[in-house]
């Protein structure tokens, strides 16, 4: 990102890809670099998160963690993907990543979190590998 990204979102807000108004996702978002692209779009920027993992404040699977000003707007009826770890990739990351908006993504939220098993996550995290592979919705 450049300096001052956070400043710049303010500006970008009535450009959000994503409707709903709750989460904020720009495809050709002026505040990311060519690296930090090349980083998105191979979802290489998700590799930091594993010492995440290894401290145990996440999972390889769970929902995303929001940004603070995502999680500012998050309704008393979406707490349920609190009870959960925030993981790396999740439902609604292979079932339609950022195609999706704000309600369909907290929806496979919330089916991930009330029908959370161990196969699920082992299906999700195998298709998590082919939609990273073909770089599905990724940007």
């Given at each position: 990102?450049?300096?001052?990204?956070?400043?710049?979102?303010?500006?970008?807000?009535?450009?959000?890809?994503?409707?709903?108004?709750?989460?904020?996702?720009?495809?050709?978002?002026?505040?990311?670099?060519?690296?930090?692209?090349?980083?998105?779009?191979?979802?290489?920027?998700?590799?930091?998160?594993?010492?995440?993992?290894?401290?145990?404040?996440?999972?390889?699977?769970?929902?995303?963690?929001?940004?603070?000003?995502?999680?500012?707007?998050?309704?008393?009826?979406?707490?349920?993907?609190?009870?959960?770890?925030?993981?790396?990739?999740?439902?609604?990351?292979?079932?339609?990543?950022?195609s999706l908006n704000s309600e369909e993504i907290f929806v496979w939220d919330d089916i991930y979190v009330t029908q959370w098993s161990i196969a699920l996550d082992f299906k999700i995290i195998l298709h998590t590998f082919s939609v990273v592979i073909k770089a599905d919705?990724?940007?």
């Amino acid at each position: 990102m450049v300096i001052d990204a956070e400043v710049m979102q303010s500006q970008l807000e009535l450009k959000n890809d994503i409707t709903g108004g709750i989460l904020f996702k720009l495809k050709n978002d002026p505040r990311v670099t060519r690296f930090g692209t090349f980083l998105r779009r191979s979802s290489l920027d998700e590799l930091p998160q594993i010492i995440n993992i290894l401290m145990g404040e996440m999972s390889i699977v769970g929902p995303r963690p929001l940004s603070i000003r995502d999680a500012q707007k998050v309704s008393d009826r979406l707490v349920s993907r609190y009870d959960v770890l925030p993981g790396i990739t999740g439902l609604w990351q292979v079932k339609g990543r950022n195609s999706l908006n704000s309600e369909e993504i907290f929806v496979w939220d919330d089916i991930y979190v009330t029908q959370w098993s161990i196969a699920l996550d082992f299906k999700i995290i195998l298709h998590t590998f082919s939609v990273v592979i073909k770089a599905d919705g990724s940007y």
